[in-house]
C-alpha cells in the first residue's frame, strides 16, 4: 500500500488529465473539475456562476471560446462524460452552471438540435419548466404558455432550447448542472476551428443530407458532379473506446482544393491526406535517460505518451517497461537521441544522473571530476561516468537551443559534486529548480534530490521533510531505490508534464489503441491484454475521503464495512499522511484538518451494475476498423457510389495522368540523361518525374523518396521520418567505420560451415550448383542491419486489410444495407449501400495478388552503398539492387482496395468491378513502367491463393470469408510434425524453419487450435542442446496442432453482424480443509440475449482426485480452479457458443492471460488450456477474454452457492456439469 501519494496538483489541467488517463471521467469527477476551473457569472443570472468552453455566438458572429486552449484537458473531460452519458447528442459547446435561476427565455442563438442538462450536485427540485411539456399554463410576458416540468430520465433531460420557452424552478441544496449544445452558425467556422472543435471532443450536428437523384439504370444512381457522400464529422473524446484506434490531435490545417482537380469525382476526398496526418495523430514521446527501472517511463504510457526510456543495461529487480539498452558514454548515442529529437513528436526529456561514482570516496566539492590518485577500478569508473556526465551536458546544451519546445529536467543528489561541473553548474544557476525529498513521495528513507528544469511547473512538488518520526536507512546515494523512483513521485511528475504538454498543443490518449492491434482485433484475432483497453473499467468511480483512522482493511486492501460513506469492498488506491508514512494518524475525531489523512478508494461495481454495462458492450471484433483512412475512403466510394461512379472516376483519373506524362516527357529523359550509369540501368523507363508530380497533387508527406529513386537507397546510415509509417525509434548499434573494420571476420564466418555445430550452412556452392539465386539475407548476419537508424516501423497488415473489406462488403451488401466508417479523426463516412450491390452476383467480393516482377532489381542501389551488399561472393560485381517498401497510395487515388506486402498487392474487388480493377492497375503500372509478374498472375477470383494462404469469398450467402492453408504447405507441416512425434525428440537446428511456418499459420489460420504446440516450438528453438525429448504434454500438443492441421479446416470469419454477444462469467473458489486439503469450488453465469434469450448457471465442486493432482505439486491451486471453470464453461454451453460472439469476464490476472494467449508453462494449465481446445474445435466461438474485479463477478456468488444473491438474474436454469476430465457429474456446492 502506498503510504503517501504526493501534493495534489492543484491544476485543473493536470486533474483533468488525470482523470482521462484513469477512463471515461464519472460524475463526481466532473464535479470536482468543474469547481477547479475559473468561473464567470452566468449569463441569464448575474448571481450565479458558469464556465463555458467550445463554441460561441456574439452579435451573430461565431467563433471558438480562449478556455479550448487554456484548458484543453477540461474540454476533454467535459465532452467526454457528455459523449459517454448521450451517446446521440450533437453539441459544440459544453457550459456548467453554479446555482443558476435563469428567467424564462429561449436560446435563440441555438441549433436547432436538442440541449442535453445532466445534474453534477445532489438537490431536490430544480427541474426545468419547458413550453410543451405537460398542462400547465403560465402568463409569460403577457403570453399564456403551456407546459411544466421536465423529469430526470437517466440523469437527463433534453429539449428544443431555441424553440420553447424555459425556466429553472425552484431547489434545495447546491444545484450545479453541465449543459451541452449547439451554437447556430457553427458551419461558419473555418476549418482550422472546426477542426480545434473535434480535436477537444464535440460532436458537430450532421451537414444536411443530399439524396441522389432517381435513375431508370440502378448501376447509373450516383451523385451529380455537386453532391456528395454523406459526411458526420463525429470526434473522439481523446478516451479511446474500443476500436476507435484515436489519437486526440492539435488543430490542423484544412486542405485546399488541387489545382489539379479530377471532374466529376468532387465526392473523393483526396485519399493521400493519411500519411500527412501522421505527424499530428502521433503521440508525444517521453524519453527518459538513464531510466533503471523504468517505473516513470511506465507511468508516463499509462497517460498516454509513447515512451523510450534509455539505460546501459545496469541490472534492476523489476523492469517496468522495455528499456532501449544504450551506452551513453559513445557519440552514436548522442547522435541518435539528436536525430530522436529531429523526427519524433518530444513532448518532455528527463535525465536522471548516474550516482554510482558521486559519493565521496570519488569525488568532492573542489574535485568534482575526481579524487586525485585514485586507485583501480574506482579510477575507471569515474572515467566511464564523466564521459557521460559530458554526454549527457553536451545533449542538454542542444536541447536547449534548438529544441525549445522540448521539457528538460534533471534529477541528481542535492549534495553532488557533479552540480560543480561547469556545464551543471550553469545549469543550476540559469534554470528553474526544486529540492525534493524521498519521504515527502512515501518513500522510507529522507533523501533530498535537486530537480533542474526549463519549465516552471514542479514547484508544487517542492518540500522538505513532513514530519516523519523515524527514517530508514537511504539505499546507495540516489535518490531511486533499486532503479525506481517513488510511485507517487512517478504520478506528480507525469501529472505535471501532461498538463504542460496540453498547454503545448499535445493530446494524449492514454487507452488509443495502435492501428497494428485493431487491424488484427478487426481480422477477429484478441491481442494481448496490455495491448488493448479494457472494455469496462475497474472502477465505478473513485473518492477521497479525510480522516483520523487508518479504515477497516483486508489484506488485499478492501474495506470490510462501510466507512465514511465509502461501500463495502471499495480498494484503498492510495493514502497521505501529514505527519509522514512513519508518523501513525492521530487518536480522536476532534482534530485540526490539517492533521487528517486523506484515502482515496476506488469503488467496484455491484454485479447487477456491472451487467448492465455488460449488456452495452459490441464485440470488439465488430467495432474495430480495420483498414487506413485511405482505403475506408475507397470502400466508402465504392459502395455508396456504384461501379459507373467508381469506373468514371477511375477513367478521368487516369486521362489526367496520362496528360501529365506526354507534358513531362522531355523532362523524364533529361533526368535520365544526368544519373549514375548503375542506377539508370535499374530505373529504365520509369518516370519518376510523373510519380512525383502526382505523389505532389496527393499531397504525398515523403519529399526525399524522390532523391532515394535517382541517386539509389541507403542500407546505412540515419533514415528521416517520412511520415508514411507509424512512428519509432530504432537506432544504429555500431557505425560505417565499425562494420568495415569487422567485414573481413564477417566473411569469414559466413564462409565457414562448422559440421560440429548446427549445420545451418551447407556450401559454398557454385551458381551452376544453387541454380536460381534469390537474396534471402536480410542484413542482419553481416552487421549491415547495425549501421542503420529509423524512426518509423512498418506493420504489414496486407492479409488482415483485405479479409476485413471482403467482410465488410459482404455485411453492407447483404446484412445492412448502409456504410458506417469511422476515420481516425472521428469522422463518419455513412450511405446507403448503391443498388446495384444488393445483387450478390455483382457484390460478391473477389481477390488476386499483384507481384512486381523482380522487385529487388526495379528500385536503385545508391552506388556508394553497393559493396556493403556483397556478402560472400569473392568477385562482387556491379549490378544494383535494393529494395525499400515506401508505398504511394496512387491505387488508392484509382479506386482500388488493395495493400502492399513488400512487392506483393492484395487486391479485393466487387465481382462487377473485377475486370475494371485489372485494367486500371496493369495501365498504371504501363503507365509509370514498373514490370509486373504477369505470367504467374491470376485473374480475380472467389478462391484466391495469396501470401501463402487461401483466400476463399466464394459462400453465396456472405456469410464469412474463409482463410486456409495452401494443401502442400499444410502436409509439408504435418509431416514435420509426424516425425518429431514418432521420435519423441526435437532436432534443434530444424527448429528455426519450422517455427517461422508454425508462426504465419497461427497468425493466419489456425486460430485457438495448436496454439500450445507453436508456444513449445518457441522454446524449444532456444534450447542449446542439439536434441531435446518432450514431455507427455509436449507431444499432445504437438498431437492436436497436427491434427489440425490433417484435417484443413480454413478458418472463418464472420461477417453477418449476428446478435448481441453472448456474456460468460466464470470464477473458482479454494479453501484450505480442515483435514489438511482444499476444497476447490466454481460457478458460471450464461446470458445469452437475441432471439432466444436466457440465464443460465452452474455451481459445483471440482473432483476431489483432480484437486489432489494438483496440491502434489502446487500450494497455491486458485489459477487451476479458475482456468477449470472457464473450460467447464466452454465444454457445458457448447451449443450456446458454438459459433457465437462471446465476451467471457474472468477475475484472474494470469488465467486472462492464458487464455488470451492460449499458451501456458505450467504443465496442469496446459492440460486445461487443451481440453479448451477441444471444446472449441467443433464450432469455435468468436472469443473475447476481458476482466471483471472479483467484487463485480456475477458468477461469483454461484461459485460459493450464494444462490440468495442471484435474485436481479431471475429466471434462470441451474446446469449441473459433468467433468471435462473425468466425465463424472460434478458435486453441487453446497452452503
Given at each position: 500500500?502506498?503510504?503517501?501519494?504526493?501534493?495534489?496538483?492543484?491544476?485543473?489541467?493536470?486533474?483533468?488529465?488525470?482523470?482521462?488517463?484513469?477512463?471515461?471521467?464519472?460524475?463526481?469527477?466532473?464535479?470536482?473539475?468543474?469547481?477547479?476551473?475559473?468561473?464567470?457569472?452566468?449569463?441569464?443570472?448575474?448571481?450565479?456562476?458558469?464556465?463555458?468552453?467550445?463554441?460561441?455566438?456574439?452579435?451573430?458572429?461565431?467563433?471558438?471560446?480562449?478556455?479550448?486552449?487554456?484548458?484543453?484537458?477540461?474540454?476533454?473531460?467535459?465532452?467526454?462524460?457528455?459523449?459517454?452519458?448521450?451517446?446521440?447528442?450533437?453539441?459544440?459547446?459544453?457550459?456548467?452552471?453554479?446555482?443558476?435561476?435563469?428567467?424564462?427565455?429561449?436560446?435563440?442563438?441555438?441549433?436547432?438540435?436538442?440541449?442535453?442538462?445532466?445534474?453534477?450536485?445532489?438537490?431536490?427540485?430544480?427541474?426545468?419548466?419547458?413550453?410543451?411539456?405537460?398542462?400547465?399554463?403560465?402568463?409569460?410576458?403577457?403570453?399564456?404558455?403551456?407546459?411544466?416540468?421536465?423529469?430526470?430520465?437517466?440523469?437527463?433531460?433534453?429539449?428544443?432550447?431555441?424553440?420553447?420557452?424555459?425556466?429553472?424552478?425552484?431547489?434545495?441544496?447546491?444545484?450545479?448542472?453541465?449543459?451541452?449544445?449547439?451554437?447556430?452558425?457553427?458551419?461558419?467556422?473555418?476549418?482550422?476551428?472546426?477542426?480545434?472543435?473535434?480535436?477537444?471532443?464535440?460532436?458537430?450536428?450532421?451537414?444536411?443530407?443530399?439524396?441522389?437523384?432517381?435513375?431508370?439504370?440502378?448501376?447509373?444512381?450516383?451523385?451529380?458532379?455537386?453532391?456528395?457522400?454523406?459526411?458526420?464529422?463525429?470526434?473522439?473524446?481523446?478516451?479511446?473506446?474500443?476500436?476507435?484506434?484515436?489519437?486526440?490531435?492539435?488543430?490542423?490545417?484544412?486542405?485546399?482544393?488541387?489545382?489539379?482537380?479530377?471532374?466529376?469525382?468532387?465526392?473523393?476526398?483526396?485519399?493521400?491526406?493519411?500519411?500527412?496526418?501522421?505527424?499530428?495523430?502521433?503521440?508525444?514521446?517521453?524519453?527518459?535517460?538513464?531510466?533503471?527501472?523504468?517505473?516513470?517511463?511506465?507511468?508516463?504510457?499509462?497517460?498516454?505518451?509513447?515512451?523510450?526510456?534509455?539505460?546501459?543495461?545496469?541490472?534492476?529487480?523489476?523492469?517496468?517497461?522495455?528499456?532501449?539498452?544504450?551506452?551513453?558514454?559513445?557519440?552514436?548515442?548522442?547522435?541518435?537521441?539528436?536525430?530522436?529529437?529531429?523526427?519524433?513528436?518530444?513532448?518532455?526529456?528527463?535525465?536522471?544522473?548516474?550516482?554510482?561514482?558521486?559519493?565521496?570516496?570519488?569525488?568532492?566539492?573542489?574535485?568534482?571530476?575526481?579524487?586525485?590518485?585514485?586507485?583501480?577500478?574506482?579510477?575507471?569508473?569515474?572515467?566511464?561516468?564523466?564521459?557521460?556526465?559530458?554526454?549527457?551536458?553536451?545533449?542538454?546544451?542542444?536541447?536547449?537551443?534548438?529544441?525549445?519546445?522540448?521539457?528538460?529536467?534533471?534529477?541528481?543528489?542535492?549534495?553532488?559534486?557533479?552540480?560543480?561541473?561547469?556545464?551543471?553548474?550553469?545549469?543550476?544557476?540559469?534554470?528553474?529548480?526544486?529540492?525534493?525529498?524521498?519521504?515527502?513521495?512515501?518513500?522510507?528513507?529522507?533523501?533530498?534530490?535537486?530537480?533542474?528544469?526549463?519549465?516552471?511547473?514542479?514547484?508544487?512538488?517542492?518540500?522538505?521533510?513532513?514530519?516523519?518520526?523515524?527514517?530508514?536507512?537511504?539505499?546507495?546515494?540516489?535518490?531511486?531505490?533499486?532503479?525506481?523512483?517513488?510511485?507517487?513521485?512517478?504520478?506528480?511528475?507525469?501529472?505535471?508534464?501532461?498538463?504542460?504538454?496540453?498547454?503545448?498543443?499535445?493530446?494524449?490518449?492514454?487507452?488509443?489503441?495502435?492501428?497494428?492491434?485493431?487491424?488484427?482485433?478487426?481480422?477477429?484475432?484478441?491481442?494481448?491484454?496490455?495491448?488493448?483497453?479494457?472494455?469496462?473499467?475497474?472502477?465505478?468511480?473513485?473518492?477521497?475521503?479525510?480522516?483520523?483512522?487508518?479504515?477497516?482493511?483486508?489484506?488485499?486492501?478492501?474495506?470490510?464495512?462501510?466507512?465514511?460513506?465509502?461501500?463495502?469492498?471499495?480498494?484503498?488506491?492510495?493514502?497521505?499522511?501529514?505527519?509522514?508514512?512513519?508518523?501513525?494518524?492521530?487518536?480522536?475525531?476532534?482534530?485540526?484538518?490539517?492533521?487528517?489523512?486523506?484515502?482515496?478508494?476506488?469503488?467496484?461495481?455491484?454485479?447487477?451494475?456491472?451487467?448492465?454495462?455488460?449488456?452495452?458492450?459490441?464485440?470488439?471484433?465488430?467495432?474495430?476498423?480495420?483498414?487506413?483512412?485511405?482505403?475506408?475512403?475507397?470502400?466508402?466510394?465504392?459502395?455508396?457510389?456504384?461501379?459507373?461512379?467508381?469506373?468514371?472516376?477511375?477513367?478521368?483519373?487516369?486521362?489526367?495522368?496520362?496528360?501529365?506524362?506526354?507534358?513531362?516527357?522531355?523532362?523524364?529523359?533529361?533526368?535520365?540523361?544526368?544519373?549514375?550509369?548503375?542506377?539508370?540501368?535499374?530505373?529504365?523507363?520509369?518516370?519518376?518525374?510523373?510519380?512525383?508530380?502526382?505523389?505532389?497533387?496527393?499531397?504525398?508527406?515523403?519529399?526525399?523518396?524522390?532523391?532515394?529513386?535517382?541517386?539509389?537507397?541507403?542500407?546505412?546510415?540515419?533514415?528521416?521520418?517520412?511520415?508514411?509509417?507509424?512512428?519509432?525509434?530504432?537506432?544504429?548499434?555500431?557505425?560505417?567505420?565499425?562494420?568495415?573494420?569487422?567485414?573481413?571476420?564477417?566473411?569469414?564466418?559466413?564462409?565457414?560451415?562448422?559440421?560440429?555445430?548446427?549445420?545451418?550452412?551447407?556450401?559454398?556452392?557454385?551458381?551452376?550448383?544453387?541454380?536460381?539465386?534469390?537474396?534471402?539475407?536480410?542484413f542482419s548476419e553481416n552487421g549491415v542491419n547495425a549501421c542503420f537508424e529509423c524512426f518509423e516501423r512498418l506493420s504489414l497488415k496486407a492479409l488482415d486489410e483485405v479479409a476485413w473489406v471482403c467482410m465488410y462488403i459482404m455485411k453492407a451488401c447483404k446484412y445492412t444495407g448502409s456504410v458506417d466508417l469511422e476515420l481516425s479523426d472521428g469522422t463518419r463516412l455513412r450511405g446507403p449501400v448503391h443498388a446495384c450491390w444488393k445483387?450478390?452476383?455483382?457484390?460478391?467480393?473477389?481477390?488476386?495478388?499483384?507481384?512486381?516482377?523482380?522487385?529487388?532489381?526495379?528500385?536503385?542501389?545508391?552506388?556508394?552503398?553497393?559493396?556493403?551488399?556483397?556478402?560472400?561472393?569473392?568477385?562482387?560485381?556491379?549490378?544494383?539492387?535494393?529494395?525499400?517498401?515506401?508505398?504511394?497510395?496512387?491505387?488508392?487515388?484509382?479506386?482500388?482496395?488493395?495493400?502492399?506486402?513488400?512487392?506483393?498487392?492484395?487486391?479485393?474487388?466487387?465481382?462487377?468491378?473485377?475486370?475494371?480493377?485489372?485494367?486500371?492497375?496493369?495501365?498504371?503500372?504501363?503507365?509509370?513502367?514498373?514490370?509486373?509478374?504477369?505470367?504467374?498472375?491470376?485473374?480475380?477470383?472467389?478462391?484466391?491463393?495469396?501470401?501463402?494462404?487461401?483466400?476463399?469469398?466464394?459462400?453465396?450467402?456472405?456469410?464469412?470469408?474463409?482463410?486456409?492453408?495452401?494443401?502442400?504447405?499444410?502436409?509439408?507441416?504435418?509431416?514435420?510434425?509426424?516425425?518429431?512425434?514418432?521420435?519423441?525428440?526435437?532436432?534443434?537446428?530444424?527448429?528455426?524453419?519450422?517455427?517461422?511456418?508454425?508462426?504465419?499459420?497461427?497468425?493466419?489460420?489456425?486460430?485457438?487450435?495448436?496454439?500450445?504446440?507453436?508456444?513449445?516450438?518457441?522454446?524449444?528453438?532456444?534450447?542449446?542442446?542439439?536434441?531435446?525429448?518432450?514431455?507427455?504434454?509436449?507431444?499432445?500438443?504437438?498431437?492436436?496442432?497436427?491434427?489440425?492441421?490433417?484435417?484443413?479446416?480454413?478458418?472463418?470469419?464472420?461477417?453477418?453482424?449476428?446478435?448481441?454477444?453472448?456474456?460468460?462469467?466464470?470464477?473458482?473458489?479454494?479453501?484450505?480443509?480442515?483435514?489438511?486439503?482444499?476444497?476447490?469450488?466454481?460457478?458460471?453465469?450464461?446470458?445469452?440475449?437475441?432471439?432466444?434469450?436466457?440465464?443460465?448457471?452452474?455451481?459445483?465442486?471440482?473432483?476431489?482426485?483432480?484437486?489432489?493432482?494438483?496440491?502434489?505439486?502446487?500450494?497455491?491451486?486458485?489459477?487451476?480452479?479458475?482456468?477449470?471453470?472457464?473450460?467447464?464453461?466452454?465444454?457445458?454451453?457448447?451449443?450456446?457458443?458454438?459459433?457465437?460472439?462471446?465476451?467471457?469476464?474472468?477475475?484472474?490476472?494470469?488465467?486472462?492471460?492464458?487464455?488470451?494467449?492460449?499458451?501456458?508453462?505450467?504443465?496442469?494449465?496446459?492440460?486445461?488450456?487443451?481440453?479448451?481446445?477441444?471444446?472449441?474445435?467443433?464450432?469455435?466461438?468468436?472469443?473475447?477474454?476481458?476482466?471483471?474485479?472479483?467484487?463485480?463477478?456475477?458468477?461469483?456468488?454461484?461459485?460459493?452457492?450464494?444462490?440468495?444473491?442471484?435474485?436481479?438474474?431471475?429466471?434462470?436454469?441451474?446446469?449441473?456439469?459433468?467433468?471435462?476430465?473425468?466425465?463424472?457429474?460434478?458435486?453441487?456446492?453446497?452452503?
Amino acid at each position: 500500500m502506498t503510504k503517501h501519494a504526493g501534493p495534489q496538483v492543484g491544476s485543473p489541467e493536470a486533474f483533468a488529465a488525470a482523470i482521462l488517463a484513469k477512463g471515461l471521467p464519472s460524475k463526481d469527477d466532473v464535479l470536482a473539475l468543474a469547481r477547479m476551473l475559473p468561473m464567470s457569472p452566468s449569463p441569464r443570472d448575474e448571481a450565479a456562476k458558469s464556465f463555458s468552453t467550445g463554441a460561441c455566438v456574439h452579435g451573430g458572429a461565431v467563433n471558438i471560446r480562449k478556455t479550448c486552449g487554456l484548458h484543453p484537458f477540461a474540454t476533454l473531460a467535459l465532452t467526454a462524460f457528455v459523449r459517454a452519458k448521450a451517446p446521440e447528442c450533437t453539441f459544440s459547446t459544453v457550459t456548467v452552471l453554479f446555482e443558476d435561476s435563469a428567467p424564462p427565455h429561449r436560446d435563440l442563438q441555438n441549433h436547432s438540435c436538442e440541449n442535453h442538462v445532466f445534474p453534477l450536485s445532489t438537490f431536490s427540485g430544480g427541474k426545468l419548466w419547458v413550453e410543451g411539456h405537460g398542462d400547465e399554463r403560465l402568463v409569460l410576458d403577457g403570453k399564456e404558455v403551456i407546459g411544466g416540468p421536465l423529469e430526470w430520465v437517466g440523469d437527463c433531460v433534453k429539449f428544443r432550447a431555441d424553440k420553447l420557452t424555459h425556466f429553472v424552478l425552484p431547489w434545495k441544496g447546491s444545484r450545479v448542472v453541465l449543459v451541452a449544445f449547439c451554437v447556430r452558425f457553427f458551419t461558419e467556422l473555418d476549418g482550422d476551428k472546426l477542426a480545434t472543435l473535434t480535436s477537444l471532443g464535440f460532436r458537430l450536428p450532421n451537414p444536411s443530407d443530399l439524396c441522389p437523384p432517381a435513375s431508370a439504370d440502378p448501376c447509373d444512381r450516383g451523385p451529380g458532379p455537386s453532391e456528395a457522400p454523406e459526411v458526420d464529422r463525429e470526434p473522439n473524446t481523446g478516451i479511446a473506446s474500443p476500436g476507435d484506434g484515436f489519437i486526440a490531435a492539435p488543430p490542423r490545417a484544412s486542405a485546399e482544393p488541387s489545382a489539379n482537380h479530377v471532374p466529376h469525382s468532387p465526392s473523393l476526398v483526396r485519399l493521400a491526406e493519411e500519411p500527412r496526418k501522421a505527424h499530428l495523430f502521433e503521440k508525444p514521446l517521453f524519453i527518459e535517460v538513464c531510466a533503471g527501472s523504468a517505473l516513470l517511463s511506465s507511468v508516463a504510457r499509462e497517460a498516454g505518451f509513447d515512451i523510450l526510456p534509455i539505460d546501459a543495461g545496469h541490472k534492476v529487480p523489476r523492469a517496468y517497461a522495455h528499456v532501449l539498452r544504450l551506452d551513453l558514454r559513445e557519440s552514436l548515442t548522442l547522435q541518435f537521441l539528436e536525430n530522436v529529437l529531429q523526427n519524433r513528436a518530444v513532448a518532455w526529456i528527463h535525465f536522471s544522473l548516474p550516482t554510482g561514482t558521486t559519493g565521496r570516496v570519488f569525488r568532492s566539492l573542489a574535485s568534482p571530476r575526481g579524487l586525485p590518485n585514485l586507485q583501480e577500478p574506482g579510477a575507471s569508473r569515474v572515467l566511464a561516468a564523466n564521459a557521460i556526465f559530458d554526454n549527457v551536458a553536451t545533449l542538454l546544451q542542444k536541447v536547449l537551443a534548438s529544441f525549445p519546445s522540448v521539457g528538460v529536467s534533471v534529477e541528481h543528489p542535492i549534495g553532488s559534486a557533479v552540480w560543480e561541473l561547469p556545464a551543471f553548474a550553469q545549469l543550476r544557476r540559469s534554470l528553474p529548480r526544486v529540492t525534493l525529498t524521498a519521504c515527502f513521495f512515501g518513500a522510507f528513507y529522507n533523501r533530498k534530490t535537486l530537480l533542474v528544469t526549463n519549465r516552471d511547473v514542479f514547484q508544487s512538488m517542492g518540500g522538505l521533510c513532513p514530519g516523519c518520526v523515524s527514517h530508514g536507512k537511504p539505499p546507495g546515494s540516489g535518490f531511486r531505490l533499486d532503479g525506481s523512483y517513488p510511485k507517487a513521485f512517478c504520478e506528480a511528475f507525469v501529472g505535471h508534464v501532461a498538463a504542460h504538454s496540453a498547454s503545448c498543443g499535445f493530446f494524449l490518449a492514454p487507452q488509443a489503441v495502435s492501428t497494428l492491434h485493431a487491424s488484427r482485433t478487426a481480422a477477429q484475432a484478441q491481442p494481448r491484454a496490455s495491448k488493448f483497453p479494457p472494455l469496462i473499467s475497474e472502477f465505478a468511480y473513485t473518492v477521497s475521503v479525510r480522516a483520523p483512522r487508518v479504515p477497516p482493511l483486508n489484506n488485499k486492501s478492501c474495506l470490510t464495512a462501510s466507512w465514511l460513506s465509502v461501500p463495502l469492498g471499495s480498494k484503498l488506491l492510495r493514502s497521505s499522511f501529514p505527519g509522514g508514512p512513519n508518523c501513525p494518524p492521530h487518536p480522536g475525531p476532534y482534530l485540526p484538518d490539517t492533521s487528517l489523512t486523506s484515502f482515496t478508494f476506488g469503488v467496484y461495481r455491484e454485479p447487477s451494475t456491472f451487467l448492465k454495462e455488460a449488456k452495452l458492450l459490441k464485440h470488439p471484433f465488430d467495432t474495430c476498423r480495420g483498414l487506413p483512412d485511405g482505403m475506408l475512403k475507397v470502400l466508402h466510394f465504392i459502395l455508396v457510389q456504384g461501379p459507373v461512379g467508381v469506373m468514371r472516376h477511375r477513367l478521368n483519373v487516369i486521362k489526367l495522368w496520362q496528360k501529365w506524362a506526354s507534358e513531362l516527357a522531355p523532362e523524364e529523359e533529361k533526368l535520365r540523361a544526368s544519373l549514375h550509369p548503375d542506377v539508370r540501368a535499374v530505373l529504365g523507363n520509369k518516370r519518376v518525374l510523373l510519380m512525383k508530380k502526382i505523389a505532389s497533387s496527393l499531397n504525398w508527406p515523403d519529399t526525399t523518396l524522390w532523391d532515394d529513386l535517382t541517386q539509389g537507397f541507403k542500407l546505412t546510415g540515419s533514415q528521416p521520418r517520412t511520415g508514411v509509417f507509424e512512428p519509432d525509434c530504432k537506432p544504429a548499434i555500431s557505425s560505417e567505420s565499425e562494420f568495415w573494420m569487422a567485414a573481413s571476420a564477417q566473411t569469414r564466418n559466413v564462409e565457414e560451415a562448422d559440421p560440429s555445430g548446427k549445420q545451418w550452412l551447407h556450401g559454398p556452392l557454385s551458381r551452376a550448383e544453387v541454380g536460381k539465386w534469390r537474396p534471402i539475407d536480410d542484413f542482419s548476419e553481416n552487421g549491415v542491419n547495425a549501421c542503420f537508424e529509423c524512426f518509423e516501423r512498418l506493420s504489414l497488415k496486407a492479409l488482415d486489410e483485405v479479409a476485413w473489406v471482403c467482410m465488410y462488403i459482404m455485411k453492407a451488401c447483404k446484412y445492412t444495407g448502409s456504410v458506417d466508417l469511422e476515420l481516425s479523426d472521428g469522422t463518419r463516412l455513412r450511405g446507403p449501400v448503391h443498388a446495384c450491390w444488393k445483387d450478390v452476383a455483382h457484390s460478391k467480393p473477389q481477390t488476386k495478388a499483384y507481384d512486381l516482377k523482380s522487385a529487388y532489381k526495379q528500385l536503385p542501389l545508391r552506388p556508394s552503398e553497393q559493396a556493403k551488399a556483397v556478402l560472400v561472393l569473392k568477385k562482387p560485381g556491379g549490378s544494383a539492387c535494393g529494395f525499400v517498401c515506401k508505398t504511394l497510395p496512387l491505387l488508392w487515388e484509382l479506386l482500388v482496395l488493395t495493400s502492399c506486402y513488400f512487392d506483393d498487392y492484395p487486391a479485393a474487388a466487387p465481382t462487377l468491378l473485377s475486370q475494371s480493377t485489372d485494367h486500371v492497375v496493369h495501365s498504371l503500372m504501363d503507365l509509370l513502367q514498373f514490370q509486373m509478374a504477369k505470367p504467374k498472375e491470376k485473374p480475380f477470383a472467389t478462391v484466391t491463393e495469396m501470401l501463402g494462404v487461401l483466400v476463399d469469398t466464394s459462400d453465396d450467402s456472405l456469410a464469412s470469408v474463409k482463410i486456409g492453408n495452401k494443401p502442400d504447405r499444410a502436409a509439408a507441416l504435418s509431416e514435420a510434425l509426424g516425425s518429431i512425434i514418432s521420435s519423441g525428440r526435437v532436432e534443434v537446428r530444424t527448429l528455426p524453419t519450422l517455427f517461422g511456418r508454425l508462426q504465419f499459420a497461427k497468425a493466419q489460420i489456425l486460430g485457438r487450435t495448436g496454439r500450445l504446440g507453436v508456444a513449445d516450438v518457441r522454446k524449444l528453438e532456444h534450447s542449446k542442446s542439439e536434441f531435446v525429448d518432450l514431455r507427455d504434454d509436449q507431444l499432445q500438443a504437438f498431437k492436436v496442432l497436427r491434427a489440425r492441421l490433417l484435417r484443413g479446416a480454413p478458418r472463418s470469419l464472420s461477417s453477418s453482424p449476428g446478435e448481441p454477444p453472448v456474456l460468460v462469467f466464470t470464477d473458482g473458489a479454494c479453501e484450505p480443509t480442515a483435514s489438511g486439503g482444499h476444497l476447490a469450488t466454481v460457478g458460471g453465469v450464461l446470458i445469452v440475449r437475441g432471439r432466444h434469450p436466457q440465464v443460465r448457471t452452474f455451481g459445483c465442486k471440482v473432483n476431489d482426485d483432480l484437486v489432489s493432482k494438483w496440491s502434489s505439486e502446487k500450494r497455491h491451486l486458485i489459477g487451476q480452479t479458475e482456468l477449470f471453470a472457464v473450460v467447464l464453461a466452454r465444454s457445458l454451453w457448447s451449443q450456446y457458443l458454438a459459433n457465437k460472439r462471446t465476451l467471457f469476464f474472468i477475475d484472474h490476472s494470469g488465467v486472462l492471460g492464458a487464455c488470451v494467449s492460449g499458451s501456458a508453462t505450467d504443465p496442469y494449465w496446459r492440460e486445461l488450456l487443451l481440453h479448451f481446445e477441444a471444446a472449441d474445435e467443433p464450432g469455435p466461438c468468436l472469443s473475447w477474454f476481458m476482466r471483471v474485479p472479483s467484487h463485480s463477478n456475477l458468477a461469483d456468488a454461484p461459485s460459493r452457492a450464494k444462490w440468495s444473491e442471484m435474485t436481479y438474474l431471475e429466471p434462470y436454469s441451474r446446469d449441473r456439469p459433468a467433468c471435462f476430465v473425468s466425465g463424472t457429474l460434478l458435486a453441487d456446492v453446497e452452503s
